[in-house]
Nanobody, 119 residues
Framework: QVQLVESGGGLVQAGGALRLSCAAS????????MGWYRQAPGKQRELVAS???????NYADSVKGRFTISRDNAKNTVYLQMNSLNPEDTAVYYC?????????????WGQGTQVTVSS
């Protein structure tokens, strides 16, 4: 069972920055890709950014130019650098990983980390 552990959330003022980390319990080379999702109160979970093992990164329009997703393969960790935060970025942020195992696609989620941006 893959474990994803997020960290780095917290309370920040508008215009500030945070860096989220997601540490995987096994080599992230085994995944098709990893991503960050977020869910605000009363809203559906949405994709924020994704980074495939092979391919280009992808961002939600609302975070383009402000957020950057990256990976450190040696540490089995994916990061989300969030700059110029605004109150609309307040949400629980979840790390996600996908892989194919024995012909079946498997999706894993972390426990989530709260990001709160005050105005």
């Amino acid at each position: 069972q893959v474990q994803l552990v997020e960290s780095g959330g917290g309370l920040v003022q508008a215009g500030g920055a945070l860096r989220l980390s997601c540490a995987a319990s096994e080599s992230i080379f085994r995944f098709l890709g990893m991503g960050w999702y977020r869910q605000a109160p009363g809203k559906q979970r949405e994709l924020v950014a994704s980074i495939p093992t092979a391919g280009i990164t992808n961002y939600a329009d609302s975070v383009k130019g402000r957020f950057t997703i990256s990976r450190d393969n040696a540490k089995n960790t994916v990061y989300l650098q969030m700059n110029s935060l605004n109150p609309e970025d307040t949400a629980v942020y979840y790390c996600n990983a996908d892989r194919v195992r024995r012909g079946a696609r498997e999706t894993y989620w972390g426990q989530g980390t709260q990001v709160t941006v005050s105005s």
